[in-house]
């Protein structure tokens, strides 16, 4: 009756053409969803099958309370944690009124977390939160009733035949009554109270010091140019205060001071006297300060959970002193202007996860930019313009050591 062909699809030539009409539709279809891969399925019927599918997965995800969050002061936080960064766990958690609710903690502040630990999820009914569990053995209203046996007399079965209308107000009484029990009884977080970690990482506050290198241009071809080199280089030690509003942006106030010093005996040298370069020679003993006050601006970026990139930038005013001794005759020189300073670090927390990780070791390189315009010689003339500004642009690297809150153990 029917006759197999090179491409093993069958023909139908000896059927009768009643026969050949029923059997053509079904055929060709079965060899079209073989052959083309369900091309007849409609686009837009799969796109709403994936749609719907992603949808109902998010909302399990979400309603799925099975992870369990526990942080550094002992409260145990039961949700479902949806992403991990290096520094933080985002999650989702239902409220005693059973809407969702999104949250953030730091890992610092987490002793533990662990994934799927209670055996059922959490739902929601109306306005109240059951679990898995609590739906099985309630039924519909919620409310498990207690099974008494007791044995029945004539009296009980007079007064069991009350009328319905009054049996019924009494059952809706005693279900709102439970309900509002549940509301009361049975939420889902406790109410997060004040801790030592709630202002956690948002301060910043510590000294650093280090090696400093003035950038001015001198001319080192003689025994003073030489003195003059030396004095351009010289330690720096400083201190700020910050504090973070939010992870990545902090403002507060920073204050360095870079301090340098030289003497010499019989030496060629030059000083100003009445506006006038003077050469002479003798003994020279030089100290020289110039130090910087200003508010701060920092923006701070994780390199992981312990390890943080900070930038830095300050404007504010220098305030320069040397204090000269020519030949046993003691000459201060001092003046101020505007300028600015340029910090890039990194930050190391220390500690560990018990006593909280609060101390910060700071790696940074900084620049300061600045001149001073005008001088006071200490010659009764007051403070006079110079001629050629006095340069104070200095590169920096300091080692520093910080806290990001009083250390509970240090007050101990």
């Known amino acids: 009756m029917s006759q197999p062909t090179n491409n093993f699809s069958l023909k139908f030539s000896e059927l009768t053409d009643t026969e050949n009409k029923t ?12 052959g083309l891969g369900f091309h007849k399925i409609n686009f837009l019927t799969r796109t709403t099958i994936v749609f719907f599918l992603v949808l109902l997965f998010s909302v399990t995800k979400s309603f799925g309370q099975r992870d369990q969050i526990t942080t550094q002061a002992g409260e145990k936080i039961r949700c479902r944690i949806v992403d991990e960064t290096p520094t933080k766990f985002i999650y989702v958690y239902l409220s005693p009124t059973g809407k969702i609710l999104r949250n953030e903690i730091f890992k610092n502040l987490v002793s533990d977390f662990k994934y799927n630990y209670y055996p059922e999820n959490l739902i929601t009914k109306g306005n109240k939160v059951i679990s898995g569990s609590d739906t099985k053995e309630t039924g519909k209203s919620g409310a ?22 009054q049996a019924e107000k009494t059952v809706e009484k005693e279900e709102k009554t439970i309900v509002k029990d549940d509301k009361v009884n049975a939420p889902l977080t406790p109410k997060k109270e004040k801790n030592e970690f709630d202002n956690y990482l948002k301060f910043r506050v510590g000294v650093r010091g280090g090696f400093g290198n003035m950038l ?15 004095l351009l280089r010289g330690w720096t030690w400083g201190a700020d205060f910050s504090y973070f509003p939010t992870d990545n942006f902090g403002f507060g106030i920073m204050f360095h001071d870079f301090q340098s010093k030289n003497s010499a005996q019989n030496i060629k040298y030059r000083f100003l006297k009445n506006g006038e370069l003077i050469d002479t ?20 970026k994780n390199i992981d959970y312990k390890t943080m990139v900070i930038l830095g930038l300050a404007p504010g005013a220098y305030f320069y002193n040397d204090k000269g001794e020519y030949n046993g005759t003691k000459i201060p020189y001092k003046g101020w202007d505007f300028g600015g300073a340029a910090t890039l670090g990194i930050d190391f927390m220390l500690g560990n996860d018990i006593t909280g990780r609060d101390i910060i070791l700071s790696l940074e390189a900084g620049y300061n930019y600045g001149q001073i ?6 010659d009764g003339k007051g403070t006079v313009k110079l001629a050629k500004p006095l340069d104070l642009s200095r590169v920096d690297f300091t080692i520093g050591l910080r806290f990001t809150r009083y250390p509970r153990y240090l007050s101990n």
């Open 23 to 34: 059997l053509q539709k079904p055929a060709f279809v079965v060899t079209e969803l073989r």
């Open 216 to 230: 001015a241009k001198i001319d080192a071809k003689d025994e003073y140019g030489l003195y003059q080199e030396k």
């Open 373 to 378: 315009r005008s001088m006071d010689f200490s």
């Open 144 to 165: 498990t009733p207690e099974k008494t046996t007791k044995q029945t007399t004539p009296a009980d079965t007079k007064a069991t035949t009350s009328p319905p209308k």
């Open 281 to 300: 020679t003798g003994s020279l003993n030089n100290k020289r300060s110039a130090k910087f006050v200003g508010p701060v601006f920092y923006f701070r």
